[in-house]
């Protein structure tokens, strides 16, 4: 694992949208896992910067994490729209090519499975863009969540359902039920790229960084896979402790 301090959200943002850019221009059809909520924001602005600039995103296929059971696809908090605000109709991609796992099917189980065929059937994601929660959760996968897990229908924690509050008009009104890409859905992955920013995020990625890889924290498997990078503000650096060089190429310091 590698992990890149930048000084803020703006330089996050362009850091990680650089990685995936590098991901495009050497494969047009790339499969991009997104994730949402407020970490990844700065990234896909600048990914929209580069759009603007002429980066072409027709042939990208947009994979989401997870979507909450329950809320209709087209409520405002939902993933389905987060996804087209601020990611398919920025960048112009086809709507064909969008991804989200279906929060109101009949059934849910056949919905996770239907997600993971699709996901294979487009050969796997390419890279994948993560934040993490406070408690350590990727996706919706909540501590206690098994490394192995694939796509499934999860509870939210109480931790969980908080902070997601600030996206719904009452704290009663945020669902209890998700559907998410396990933790090793989200290792299937070829390239993992995880943001996180502010000091309310510094523990969890100390934990996921420098703690052991337990699934009492979710995202420290990433520990595991063989090319995940960790790009973090100042701030969500601030309990990390083994910064030992430079990388110039990103201007930020690099640990181990």
């Known amino acids: ?58 042939q990208v296929h947009c994979v989401a994490l997870d979507e909450y059971v329950g809320i209709p696809a087209s409520d405002p ?12 109709v920025p960048l112009d991609l086809r709507p064909e090519n969008v991804l989200v796992p279906d929060g109101n099917a009949p059934d849910p189980t056949e919905a ?9 059937g487009l050969g796997g994601v390419g890279i994948q863009l993560l934040g993490i929660g406070r408690n350590g959760h990727v996706g919706f996968n909540e501590p206690g969540s098994p490394f192995g897990s694939r796509t499934r229908i999860a509870r939210l924690s109480p931790t969980t359902r908080a902070d997601n509050a600030r996206f719904f008009p009452r704290p009663e009104d945020v669902p209890t039920h998700c559907l998410t890409q396990g933790l090793g859905t989200i290792l299937d992955a070829a390239r993992i790229v995880l943001v996180a920013s502010g000091s309310h995020k510094a523990r969890a990625i100390a934990a996921a960084v420098e703690g052991p890889v337990t699934e009492a ?18 701030d969500a650096a601030s309990e990390l402790h083994r910064i030992s060089r430079r990388h110039a190429s990103l201007g930020g310091d690099w640990l181990d």
Do not use: N
């Not at 407020?38 to 600048?46: D, N, Q």
């Open 77 to 88: 908090a939902s993933y389905h729209s987060f996804v087209r605000r601020e990611i398919a």
């Open 217 to 234: 924290c979710p995202a420290s498997v990433l520990q595991l896979h063989p090319d995940a990078t960790v790009i973090v503000d100042r």
């Open 112 to 120: 996770c499975a239907a997600f993971e065929d699709a996901v294979r």
């Open 1 to 58: 694992m590698d992990v890149v301090i930048v000084e803020d959200q703006e330089a996050l943002g362009g850091t990680a949208a650089s990685l995936v850019v590098e991901g495009l221009r050497a494969d047009p059809r790339l499969v991009l896992g997104v994730a949402t909520g407020s970490s990844p924001v700065t990234t896909y602005r600048a990914l929209l910067a580069a759009h603007r600039e002429g980066l072409d995103f027709s």
